[in-house]
């Protein structure tokens, strides 16, 4: 399967990742032969196989919430990029709506 | 024996070899964690083992581990050996950066369970060592740090992602080390530095703290200078937790090993050894066959169907994870943000900027795999094939006892030589990735007999058989050992 430059910049903005003409360039190239590769699961029969899923458990713990100790609670937040007291700071979401 | 280690260097001494000494009062932790620091400050400059050295706190804890000792309260047979952790485990309090630029800043706000473990043993933790970026490499090429060096030959690769563990402990700046493995990124640096590198069980150990690349395929394991190492860190590492629900209840790991590998089936998969082979590669991995045969092992042929669609399975299913797990790295709550930018930009421009081109590949293609109109023909199509792929082992061992193959199909290869070619290095992993695929438990030991570039040699046992698995790994580590 080949994508097309196109291809690529949506899968892009679909995993919100900048991509330049060139970068996207290159990676449609590099996926045409990691495509080609994979691709050759397509022929095998799967008609009667089922898709591989863990076992499913049945020993949940109690749904208990908990407080975090000082030491993790103080490391989480000074690990934030934008920080207003104990408050995460992030851009607006309804500020400059997407392009 | 006491003798002979008495003259080796401290930094040299196996796990249990330390313990020996450090019972018999004849070293002392703090002296073998000086050892293993100035070997660090010595070689760590050329070969890019470790990231960050925590050089206080390890003289810290190794005091305290020579205090306990000293007050007949040892923890364990891991009180005060220096040992090595990959830049993707957390321990609280530190930088922890999965050798990628967008987590340039973070500190681990919390001990992953290994690590925790290791600590309530009384080890010493040294630092912690290079990875290629988000785990995802064969060469430790792809990391924000640079790359790591082979310590026999600094124009080579130590394989990845767990490259600088493999480093650290080829070249003695560690006791042991700790490795992740998604799809061979223990044991295929471990067969290109010649060291043993195990990944058990999925399941076996705890991921809670590991920084998550795929996460129905990742496994913590050991990094050792043998076989009872791998066998003891095992030991300590393993265990349900509550924090990680895809933890086992299986019975767990105790090291008993058999006497001999007389009437072990062993099974050559003609899969793996029809494959295009470097000649150091075959030689030397066929040569470790026959010791196999002559220790008194069944060895024969088998049909392990399916093997050859193990890759594209593994860089099918594998990328899908990966878009998933990495989606949490947009800016917002930790690592690099870009600022002064509308919200879409700041995820967009970070990830941008922090993502390496290979992160940025397979973030891509499991968006790929994934999307509408694709994902049946694509990740689900592998998930059903790695149903076969898991019936294939099954079968296989209705069989036989052990699976073997090379572990690589080359020697450490030059810096720079798979790097045009995205597809040339995920082919390092062919007989590496079908084993995560199917949750099986498989090491990798050094079968290479005259000194020159390693060659490794893969077991693999059925799940949750590694009393198996290292049983034999030990015998046939022995057998090596007495060739030379």
Known sequence: ?99 | MLHEKDMKPLNELTIIEANELLASGETTSKKITQACLDQIKGMNDMLNAFVEVYEKDALEAADKADSRRADGQVLGPLDGIPLAIKDNMMLQGKACTAGSKILFGHVAAYDSTIVRKLLDQGAVVLGRTNMDEFAMGSSTERSAYGPTKHPRDPERVPGGSSGGSAAAVLSNMCIAALGSDTGGSIRQPASLCGIVGLKPTYGRVSRYGLIAMASSLDQIGPMTKSVDDAALLLSMLQGQDPNDQTTSDEQPFVQSFQASLKGVRVGLPKQAWSAGLEDRVKENTKAAVELMREAGAEVKEIDLPYMDEGLAVYYLLMPCEVSANLARFDGMRYGLRKTSLPLFETYAQSRAEGFGAEAKRRVLLGAFALSSGYIDAYYLQAKKVQSLIRKAYEDAFNEVDLIVTPTTPTTAFKLGEKMEDPLAMYLEDVFTVSVNVAGLPAVSIPCETDGGMPVGFQLIAPWFKENTLLSAAKELENLIKQQN
Request: no cysteine; hydrophobic share 35%; aromatic share 8%.
């Open chain 1, 1 to 99: 399967m080949k994508l097309s430059q196109e291809d690529v910049k949506h899968l892009a903005d679909l995993a919100r990742l900048d991509l330049s003409e060139p970068e996207a360039k290159k990676m449609a190239e590099e996926f045409g032969s990691i495509l080609g590769y994979v691709e050759r699961i397509q022929k095998v029969d799967t008609s009667k196989v089922e898709p591989f899923t863990m076992p499913v458990r049945e020993d949940w713990r109690p749904d208990v919430a908990f407080e975090s100790d000082e030491a993790t609670r103080e490391l989480i937040l000074s690990n934030f990029p934008g920080r207003t007291g104990d408050l995460l700071q992030a851009p607006g979401v309804f500020e400059n709506p997407k392009r």
